[in-house]
């Protein structure tokens, strides 16, 4: 059962978190970047495709997205159909995400405590 995977944030961390979920798509599904500069996202983007990252063929979109609004976010994980969202933005991000997730029952996994 594919899974489809969002990604919120877009630096560093984001950039091996989006190899990783391609090299394993087949199992994850479709994936979606999203972070508040969409340049940053399709730069990711960019990157898993010239790479050739992919494991098959399949959906790699990047998304502009104000983490910290939860209605917005709600609508994207609904959007994209995301079973499983990755926060690797700022941790101040830590509570409206998991809330959006919370909300639309898809898996929470964060990499940014905040304490």
Not at 34 to 41: D, H, N, P
């Given at each position: 059962m594919q899974r489809n995977v969002l990604i919120i944030g877009a630096g560093g961390v984001a950039h091996v978190v989006a190899h990783k979920c391609a090299q394993n798509n087949a199992a994850l599904g479709d994936i979606h970047i999203?972070?508040?500069?969409?340049?940053?996202?399709q730069a990711i983007v960019q990157s898993v495709h010239h790479k050739r990252s992919l494991q098959q063929p399949g959906v790699l979109q990047a998304h502009a997205l104000d983490a910290l609004d939860v209605p917005a976010t709600v609508a994207l994980i609904r959007r994209t159909g995301a079973r499983i969202v990755i926060q690797v933005g700022s941790s101040f991000l830590n509570m409206s995400v998991l809330s959006a997730c919370l909300e639309t029952g898809a898996a929470y996994i964060d990499t940014a405590i905040h304490e």
């Open positions: 999203a972070s508040r500069t969409l340049g940053k996202c």
